[in-house]
């Protein structure tokens, strides 16, 4: 039951926004029990069915929950269901960071979240875009032992009944947010974190207000560099994506299909409930074109020069996803950048959080902040 309670609150994110009741294989005798667990934590209804009709996302849902491996779960009292669930919350990311609500600038509502002693340096994660930040979970546990570890979620994204028409999707609008993130948990200084795109809004706020930042690493950022900036494949299709998906919302609904058939082959089954959300409908899709649109089109080449702060540069020899030479370029450009060239990695592995990159950051972080340096890896 425990280990259902767990991958149900995993999966929340995703199961929130597609239609409801959202239907997963499995045996029939799980749907009670699996219906319990849900609404105790708040989520929507499950249908349990042989999996034969199931779509895209239901598929990535079903997979993640993996009735099957359940088999006959005994009577448990739903007393007792509910103590394991209370278990879980409190273990699980919810109880390591609940959500709080924070205005950006331009009153765009955000959900932040904030992990370790508030008296500890400051780290904050600036996530690839679109990613829900239970994502991030490995990386705020770990570093929330010995820092005051913040990040949030992309604006607009995760409230999708909002309006969306007066939302800035510009990646000035996008740092202003981590810089209300800080003032909101009254953290006057931090090392920025920066995953993949997150790598641009780093950038961005590092050369608005450089008091903010004592230090930054940039880990397989998708930096655009001008016309002759190396792109892989799959940097150039994907910017042909976000160009036509965020012209309209029709035109997002129309791509959105095709993009659903070729989903399941391309995305890491372990981490698939999450990566796929800002994909999980067409609205959603659109939002998210507007925003990852705006940063990989967002040249960092005049901030380069002026950014003097220490810079941890990370990138791998086989990045297919965000070209190497692109890192290698920003190391080059930034006066205070160390570049680290792994053999093998991209973006979606950081948030596997190996023992040897959680210590590559806390040696990097710790050599900037005094008082925590020497960090090591706790497992």
Not at 124 to 147: N, Q, T, Y
């Given at each position: 039951?425990?280990?259902?309670?767990?991958?149900?609150?995993?999966?929340?994110?995703?199961?929130?926004?597609?239609?409801?009741?959202?239907?997963?294989?499995?045996?029939?005798?799980?749907?009670?029990?699996?219906?319990?667990?849900?609404?105790?934590?708040?989520?929507?209804?499950?249908?349990?069915?042989?999996?034969?009709?199931?779509?895209?996302?239901?598929?990535?849902?079903?997979?993640?929950?993996?009735?099957?491996?359940?088999?006959?779960?005994?009577?448990?009292?739903?007393?007792?269901?509910?103590?394991?669930?209370?278990?879980?919350?409190?273990?699980?990311?919810?109880?390591?960071?609940?959500?709080e609500?924070?205005?950006?600038?331009?009153?765009?509502?955000?959900?932040?979240?904030?992990?370790?002693d508030?008296?500890?340096?400051?780290?904050?994660?600036?996530?690839?875009?679109?990613?829900?930040?239970?994502?991030?979970?490995?990386?705020?546990?770990?570093?929330?032992?010995?820092?005051?570890v913040?990040?949030?979620e992309?604006?607009?994204?995760?409230?999708?009944?909002?309006?969306?028409?007066?939302?800035?999707?510009?990646?000035?609008?996008?740092?202003?947010?981590?810089?209300?993130v800080?003032?909101?948990?009254?953290?006057?200084?931090?090392?920025?974190?920066?995953?993949?795109?997150?790598?641009?809004?780093?950038?961005?706020?590092?050369?608005?207000?450089?008091?903010?930042?004592?230090s930054l690493?940039?880990?397989?950022?998708?930096?655009?560099?001008?016309?002759?900036?190396?792109?892989?494949?799959?940097?150039?299709?994907?910017k042909?994506?976000?160009?036509?998906?965020?012209?309209?919302?029709?035109?997002?609904?129309?791509?959105?299909?095709?993009l659903c058939?070729?989903?399941?082959?391309?995305?890491?089954?372990?981490?698939?409930?999450?990566?796929?959300?800002?994909?999980?409908?067409?609205?959603?899709?659109?939002?998210?074109?507007?925003?990852n649109?705006?940063?990989?089109?967002?040249?960092?080449?005049?901030?380069?020069?002026?950014?003097?702060?220490?810079?941890?540069?990370?990138?791998?020899?086989?990045?297919?996803?965000?070209?190497?030479?692109?890192?290698?370029?920003?190391?080059?450009?930034?006066?205070?950048?160390?570049?680290?060239?792994?053999?093998?990695?991209?973006?979606?592995?950081?948030?596997?959080?190996?023992?040897?990159?959680?210590?590559l950051?806390?040696?990097?972080?710790?050599?900037?902040?005094?008082?925590?340096?020497?960090?090591?890896?706790?497992?």
């Amino acid at each position: 039951m425990e280990q259902l309670a767990e991958a149900v609150s995993s999966v929340r994110p995703l199961v929130d926004v597609l239609d409801h009741p959202v239907r997963v294989a499995g045996p029939a005798a799980i749907a009670a029990p699996l219906n319990h667990v849900a609404a105790r934590l708040g989520a929507p209804e499950f249908a349990v069915t042989s999996g034969e009709e199931l779509g895209t996302f239901e598929r990535i849902v079903s997979d993640h929950l993996d009735l099957g491996r359940y088999g006959a779960l005994p009577d448990t009292p739903p007393e007792e269901i509910d103590r394991i669930v209370a278990e879980v919350v409190a273990a699980g990311f919810d109880g390591l960071c609940p959500s709080e609500r924070v205005l950006a600038p331009d009153g765009t509502p955000l959900r932040a979240y904030a992990a370790g002693d508030r008296g500890d340096p400051a780290v904050v994660i600036v996530a690839a875009c679109g990613m829900p930040a239970r994502l991030c979970e490995d990386w705020m546990r770990f570093l929330s032992a010995d820092h005051h570890v913040l990040t949030w979620e992309s604006r607009g994204l995760f409230d999708e009944g909002a309006d969306f028409g007066g939302v800035s999707a510009d990646v000035e609008s996008q740092a202003g947010d981590l810089l209300a993130v800080m003032d909101h948990f009254g953290v006057r200084q931090a090392h920025l974190m920066c995953l993949c795109g997150g790598a641009v809004i780093g950038l961005a706020a590092a050369a608005r207000d450089a008091d903010r930042v004592s230090s930054l690493s940039l880990w397989h950022g998708d930096f655009e560099l001008g016309p002759d900036g190396p792109k892989t494949h799959h940097q150039q299709n994907l910017k042909a994506l976000m160009e036509m998906a965020a012209t309209s919302p029709e035109r997002a609904a129309a791509i959105h299909p095709v993009l659903c058939r070729t989903m399941l082959t391309t995305v890491p089954p372990g981490l698939a409930h999450l990566v796929v959300y800002p994909y999980a409908t067409p609205e959603l899709l659109f939002r998210y074109c507007r925003l990852n649109g705006s940063i990989m089109d967002t040249d960092v080449s005049p901030w380069l020069g002026a950014i003097s702060r220490p810079a941890l540069v990370v990138t791998s020899e086989d990045d297919d996803t965000a070209h190497p030479e692109g890192s290698r370029t920003v190391a080059g450009r930034l006066s205070g950048a160390t570049l680290n060239v792994r053999p093998h990695g991209d973006h979606i592995s950081l948030f596997e959080a190996k023992p040897e990159l959680m210590e590559l950051a806390v040696r990097f972080i710790g050599s900037h902040n005094p008082e925590i340096a020497g960090g090591h890896v706790r497992r």
